[in-house]
């Protein structure tokens, strides 16, 4: 959908013909009747399968097109590309914790990053998948397939695993789920995405995820010794180090507060505020209050965004935080 709007013409194939009709008809692709068809006579090739289903297609792709993927785990397919094929592992840092067709986006990329792997790539390759990442509004960034690895494991990966663990944690206590709120929702978040294709996922990437589960462990334990022992100083330090470590790392998305009353047609305002400041929203989150009487609506932009955002919102005579 992204690359039709930078006028691509695209041809798609899907082993489920109701992906293919839901992708066909949100406009994303032409459909094909086999992935021989699809391949045809094009310049690229991008496998978007699961990992399992990717691995059995590159080794068995004949075609003069560049290809790529999308792949959460780059070693493991980049290993598999047959001598020859004009590869370029890829592997966009955007999503969202529904699948298919229907949940997709042309605008799901931009300002995201999108790791390119430099393994046995030519150039001239590479700097066609760099243009092309770019024209869609993501940042590419280049790295070897077993870096990608190491990295992903600790910042998806493992996230991925704590929300699974915090979730079914807090799933033990009955009494926890009518007070779950916004920072357990933010931490947990992913743990409601289609579970089918991230066994296969973690386990091509056992090592660098045993290896961060390990490293999880000992700095939640680090952290259970100084609560055990009431040393403030020593937590107090711990929090800090943390605090000025995500300061320092990439660009945070700036985040609105509006107080919602509750009143008809807020939410219409909203928006009219959203079109006039031409603000790019990243996320929306909408917090009612437990017994009525308006709520929370968390609004995340861009940097430097939240002001001509907040004032179109003051402008329409909403409150914020």
């Given at each position: 959908m992204a690359l039709r709007e930078q006028n691509w013409s695209t041809v798609g194939w899907d082993p489920d013909p109701r992906s293919l009709q839901a992708a066909t008809d949100r406009g994303a692709v032409e459909p094909a009747g086999?992935?021989?068809?699809?391949?045809?006579?094009?310049?690229?090739?991008?496998?978007?399968?699961?990992?399992?289903?990717?691995?059995?297609?590159?080794?068995?792709?004949?075609?003069?097109a560049i290809v790529t993927d999308v792949t959460s785990v780059k070693r493991a397919i980049v290993d598999a590309v047959p001598s020859g094929l004009r590869f370029v592992g890829g592997h966009p840092m955007a999503g969202r914790e529904h699948a298919g067709p229907g949940a997709a986006s042309p605008a799901l990329f931009r300002g995201a990053a999108w790791i390119l792997c430099d393994d046995r790539t030519r150039p001239e390759d590479l700097a066609f998948l760099e243009k092309m990442v770019g024209s869609v509004g993501a940042n590419p960034?280049?790295?070897?397939?077993?870096?990608?690895?190491?990295?992903?494991?600790?910042?998806?990966?493992i996230p991925h695993l704590l929300a699974v663990a915090l979730t079914?944690?807090?799933?033990?206590?009955?009494?926890?789920?009518?007070?779950?709120?916004?920072?357990?929702?933010?931490?947990?978040?992913?743990?409601?995405?289609?579970?089918?294709?991230?066994?296969?996922?973690?386990?091509?990437?056992?090592?660098?995820?045993?290896?961060?589960?390990?490293?999880?462990?000992?700095?939640?334990?680090?952290?259970?010794?100084?609560?055990?022992a009431g040393d403030l100083d020593a937590i107090r330090a711990t929090l800090e180090t943390a605090r000025r470590n995500r300061s320092g790392m990439a660009p945070t998305l700036s985040r609105v507060r509006v107080v919602l009353l509750d009143k008809p047609g807020e939410i219409a305002s909203?928006?009219?505020?959203?079109?006039?400041?031409?603000?790019?929203?990243?996320?929306?989150?909408?917090?009612?209050?437990?017994?009525?009487?308006?709520?929370?609506?968390?609004?995340?932009?861009?940097?430097?965004?939240?002001?001509?955002?907040?004032?179109?919102?003051?402008?329409?005579?909403f409150d914020t935080e």
């Amino acid at each position: 959908m992204a690359l039709r709007e930078q006028n691509w013409s695209t041809v798609g194939w899907d082993p489920d013909p109701r992906s293919l009709q839901a992708a066909t008809d949100r406009g994303a692709v032409e459909p094909a009747g086999s992935p021989e068809e699809a391949i045809s006579g094009v310049d690229l090739v991008i496998l978007a399968g699961p990992l399992g289903a990717n691995l059995d297609r590159v080794t068995n792709l004949q075609t003069d097109a560049i290809v790529t993927d999308v792949t959460s785990v780059k070693r493991a397919i980049v290993d598999a590309v047959p001598s020859g094929l004009r590869f370029v592992g890829g592997h966009p840092m955007a999503g969202r914790e529904h699948a298919g067709p229907g949940a997709a986006s042309p605008a799901l990329f931009r300002g995201a990053a999108w790791i390119l792997c430099d393994d046995r790539t030519r150039p001239e390759d590479l700097a066609f998948l760099e243009k092309m990442v770019g024209s869609v509004g993501a940042n590419p960034v280049v790295m070897s397939a077993a870096l990608h690895d190491e990295v992903v494991a600790e910042i998806s990966h493992i996230p991925h695993l704590l929300a699974v663990a915090l979730t079914n944690l807090a799933a033990e206590n009955p009494d926890t789920a009518p007070l779950v709120s916004g920072s357990f929702r933010d931490l947990t978040r992913v743990a409601g995405a289609d579970s089918g294709w991230w066994p296969e996922v973690l386990a091509a990437n056992a090592d660098e995820v045993a290896k961060g589960l390990g490293q999880m462990i000992s700095h939640l334990t680090k952290l259970e010794a100084q609560i055990e022992a009431g040393d403030l100083d020593a937590i107090r330090a711990t929090l800090e180090t943390a605090r000025r470590n995500r300061s320092g790392m990439a660009p945070t998305l700036s985040r609105v507060r509006v107080v919602l009353l509750d009143k008809p047609g807020e939410i219409a305002s909203v928006g009219h505020a959203l079109e006039s400041s031409h603000v790019d929203v990243r996320d929306l989150q909408l917090r009612h209050a437990e017994h009525g009487g308006g709520g929370i609506l968390t609004i995340t932009v861009r940097p430097g965004e939240e002001g001509p955002l907040r004032a179109a919102l003051a402008q329409e005579g909403f409150d914020t935080e």
